[in-house]
């Protein structure tokens, strides 16, 4: 159901990638799969929320999610805000793919379709020979939904206890204004952006971890959905697949 484009010049590719340690592919997959995971992503997909509390991940299921009253919704929102104002801090949708595929009492999903193929041969090759790791065993893997007001804050995606050699970005979006946040921006050592890649349809985009790098707030008048499967290309033992 997914594969790469064949018309991709992976020689090309992985010589860009050489030189900044991080690109866009346009294009990535064979454009059915692509419209084939943005439809899942857009329809079959049970969104739950993730954000922090200093140190400590917070995510609700999106059954406990719908659970919350207005007066709940408000309270959490104010304190995202407040913390953000003082340190690190991320907001926004989002569905956890692996650690949902590893559970078995969890039924069966497309998504995992999706989880599967990012840890193919195919996929995982690709990434080793245009990157130049060749230490990378798997990926795991989450699905992001980006609206008005979810942001990321800067961090570098380093985890020494995960072995992430890079992260990720498969990104879904349709139709995304320029004006409407939710860029995926690079900082270079003055803190200034160095790169800023805008939400777009079938892309890949890949770093090497560290990065100094986040997600820009989406405006609150932006009335589109930054869909994106993400996660990290590691090095450590991949976990007793169910599926």
């Given at each position: 159901?997914?594969?790469?484009?064949?018309?991709?010049?992976?020689?090309?590719?992985a010589?860009?990638?050489?030189?900044?340690?991080?690109?866009?592919?346009?294009?990535?997959?064979?454009?059915?799969?692509?419209?084939?995971?943005?439809?899942?992503?857009?329809?079959?997909?049970?969104?739950?929320?993730?954000?922090?509390?200093?140190?400590?991940?917070?995510?609700?299921?999106?059954?406990?999610?719908?659970?919350?009253?207005?007066?709940?919704r408000?309270?959490?929102?104010?304190?995202?805000?407040?913390?953000?104002?003082?340190g690190?801090?991320?907001?926004?949708?989002?569905?956890?793919?692996?650690?949902?595929?590893?559970?078995?009492?969890?039924?069966?999903?497309?998504?995992?379709?999706v989880?599967?193929?990012?840890?193919?041969?195919?996929?995982?090759?690709?990434?080793?020979?245009?990157?130049?790791f060749?230490?990378?065993?798997?990926?795991?893997?989450?699905?992001?939904?980006?609206r008005?007001?979810?942001?990321?804050?800067?961090h570098?995606?380093?985890?020494?206890?995960?072995?992430?050699?890079?992260?990720?970005?498969?990104?879904f979006?349709?139709?995304?204004g320029?004006?409407?946040?939710?860029?995926l921006?690079?900082?270079?050592?003055?803190?200034?952006?160095?790169?800023?890649l805008?939400?777009?349809?079938?892309?890949?985009?890949?770093?090497?971890?560290?990065?100094?790098?986040?997600?820009?707030q989406?405006?609150?008048?932006?009335?589109?959905?930054?869909?994106?499967?993400?996660?990290?290309?590691?090095?450590?033992?991949?976990?007793?697949?169910?599926?």
């Amino acid at each position: 159901m997914y594969a790469i484009n064949p018309a991709l010049d992976l020689e090309q590719l992985a010589g860009d990638y050489a030189r900044r340690q991080r690109l866009q592919v346009r294009d990535f997959l064979v454009e059915s799969g692509a419209e084939r995971i943005h439809a899942i992503l857009e329809t079959e997909t049970p969104w739950g929320v993730a954000f922090n509390e200093g140190t400590r991940v917070v995510q609700l299921s999106a059954a406990q999610a719908r659970e919350l009253t207005p007066e709940q919704r408000q309270r959490i929102s104010a304190s995202i805000n407040e913390r953000a104002r003082h340190g690190y801090q991320f907001f926004y949708y989002f569905f956890p793919m692996l650690e949902a595929s590893l559970a078995a009492d969890y039924p069966d999903m497309p998504l995992f379709d999706v989880l599967r193929f990012i840890n193919s041969e195919e996929f995982l090759q690709f990434a080793r020979r245009l990157t130049g790791f060749d230490n990378i065993r798997w990926a795991d893997a989450h699905a992001t939904l980006y609206r008005a007001g979810h942001f990321l804050k800067y961090h570098t995606d380093e985890k020494p206890s995960d072995q992430r050699v890079c992260a990720y970005v498969l990104s879904f979006t349709k139709g995304w204004g320029r004006d409407w946040g939710g860029y995926l921006q690079f900082f270079n050592d003055r803190y200034d952006v160095d790169e800023g890649l805008r939400p777009v349809f079938n892309a890949l985009n890949i770093f090497t971890v560290p990065a100094d790098h986040s997600v820009s707030q989406v405006a609150a008048y932006a009335p589109g959905s930054r869909y994106s499967i993400t996660g990290w290309l590691r090095a450590d033992a991949p976990p007793p697949w169910r599926r």
